[in-house]
Nanobody
Framework: QVQLVESGGGLVQTGDSLRLSCAAS????????VGWFRQAPGNEREFVAA????????YYADSVKGRFTISRDNAKNTVFLQINDLKPSDTAVYYC?????????????????WGQGTQVTVSS
């Protein structure tokens, strides 16, 4: 069992940066790949980025490449999402999730554990 808690969201202006954190409980956290997803009002939850269990490999949605960076610190049971040059289109609730090991990384069905989300609002 893994419990995830996101933090770091807020109300920012276009061009600002944010660093989201995903803190996990459970000593087996390092065994899980972790993904970040986001969901804007009226939209489906979409894949943003993912990182392998030991942080050696990262994956990004095409729409965020170059602005988003995912990283992890397994000693602190935490995964981060650095977001630079924020745009109003980045406004959404951001969720982290621990992967179950089955299914493609970009699919919500591949993740067994989810946090409650953190709101990011970007004003123009």
């Amino acid at each position: 069992q893994v419990q995830l808690v996101e933090s770091g969201g807020g109300l920012v202006q276009t061009g600002d940066s944010l660093r989201l954190s995903c803190a996990a409980s459970g000593r087996t956290f390092r065994n899980y790949a972790v993904g970040w997803f986001r969901q804007a009002p009226g939209n489906e939850r979409e894949f943003v980025a993912a990182i392998s269990s030991y942080g050696l490999t990262t994956y990004y949605a095409d729409s965020v490449k170059g602005r988003f960076t995912i990283s992890r610190d397994n000693a602190k049971n935490t995964v981060f999402l650095q977001i630079n040059d924020l745009k109003p289109s980045d406004t959404a609730v951001y969720y982290c999730a621990a992967r179950s090991g089955i299914g493609p990384l970009h699919s919500t069905s591949a993740y067994a554990y989810w946090g409650q989300g953190t709101q990011v609002t970007v004003s123009s």
